[in-house]
């Protein structure tokens, strides 16, 4: 897989979560782990409908209450972020996943006040960033996200003391002590191999990238390391998070969490950074499962979704990640092609 990024245990000095910390936002990012939005008044899409009709014989009144449904439906039902300060209260009221997320973050209540030791902290609005958020229990937890109704929820460690009460705790002894092990998969790291967006934009033809990395990291997860909870979210936007909460990943420390990122990183370099892949000469068992994997998806993207080898341009952005200087020369499009 081309990068990854494990999340930190715990916030930042200065307050804002580490970069890629997962953020649970309200109903434009839509909850995965409870109830959703009623669909009854939504207008039926074009296509669904029809496989609808092809599926099943419809009946008079079905043709009907579909018809009269479309036609009742406003003309733009675009999502309009002002609506958002009205939206909430209602979300955090009627749709929010309290009891399976309480259930998540207690893991059964062994130990005991793992959730109540837990740091949230809340992004309202006008950015307004508020940390060391802390919970007694689920109707605690209720009474305070329908009250602040928060933009964003971060989810951070397991303390050894109510993140609350910090204030009271010498600093020496408030230590974050367990978080589940994170991992970020964005589309923005695979634009130098994706022709058809760039940055946080998302279609069909490079959606299968996120596919590819989702079956490499979770088998990696489970086979090579032996983890079995895996929670995968699509974060909304421009990628999916890992969350792997077995009670040995989340009790890994710093070293131990990068060491996991480590192993499973082939490409190296970063933003500022000329990115490489960094491929021993004797291929690793792990990315030997990885490539029969890529190789089910392999010619689909590159030749048919991306073209890549349509044009200098894109065969040089992608040959320049390749690191050897033995293979490079080659390549190069300022040598002889009859050389090859």
């Known amino acids: ?71 009742n439906m406003p003309a733009d039902t675009s999502y309009d972020p002002n ?8 979300y955090y009221k009627r749709l929010f996943p309290y009891g399976p997320y309480y259930r998540w973050m207690n893991y059964g209540g062994v130990p005991k006040h793992y959730f109540s030791n837990r740091e949230f902290s ?13 919970f007694s229990d689920q109707q605690d937890f209720e009474k305070e996200l329908q009250k602040k109704c928060p933009y964003k929820i971060d989810i951070g460690a397991v303390y050894s003391h109510r ?36 940055g946080a934009d998302i279609c069909s033809k490079c959606w299968p990238l996120m596919v590819m990395a989702v ?17 995968w979210v699509y974060s909304g936007r421009r990628g999916i998070h890992c969350w792997v909460c077995d009670e040995t990943a989340r009790s890994l420390s710093s070293q131990g969490r990068s060491a996991v990122a480590e192993y499973l990183q082939v490409v190296k370099g970063g933003e500022n950074l000329v990115r490489k892949a960094a491929l021993p000469d004797k291929i690793h068992p792990s990315i030997r499962h990885s490539l029969q994997i890529i190789d089910k998806y392999f010619l689909e993207y590159a030749v048919k979704n991306q073209d890549l080898l349509e044009c200098e341009d894109k065969w040089n952005k992608v040959i320049n990640i390749i690191p050897s200087d033995n293979i ?3 390549y190069s499009v300022e040598r002889d092609y009859d050389l090859l």
């Open 215 to 231: 079956k490499i990291l979770d088998r990696a997860l489970r086979d090579d390391f032996g983890f079995e909870h895996l929670l």
């Open 163 to 198: 993140p609350k009460d910090h204030k009271t705790v010498k600093s020496t002894a408030f230590i974050a002590q367990e978080k589940e092990l994170v991992f970020d998969i964005d589309m923005t790291d695979y634009d130098d191999v994706r022709f058809c967006c760039s």
């Open 328 to 330: 490079l020369p080659l």
């Open 122 to 134: 809340f992004t309202l609005k006008d950015d307004v960033y508020i940390r060391y958020q802390s």
């Open 83 to 90: 609506s958002l300060p009205d939206l909430l209260p209602l």
């Open 1 to 71: 897989m081309k990068s990854v990024r494990v999340k930190e245990a715990q916030m930042t000095e200065s307050g804002r979560p580490h970069e890629g910390d997962l953020r649970l936002s309200g109903p434009p990012s839509g909850q995965g782990a409870g109830g959703g939005a009623r669909t009854r008044d939504r207008k039926v899409p074009a296509d669904l409908r029809a496989e609808l009709l092809a599926t099943m014989p419809p009946t008079p009144r079905f043709c009907k209450v579909v018809k009269k449904r479309e036609e």
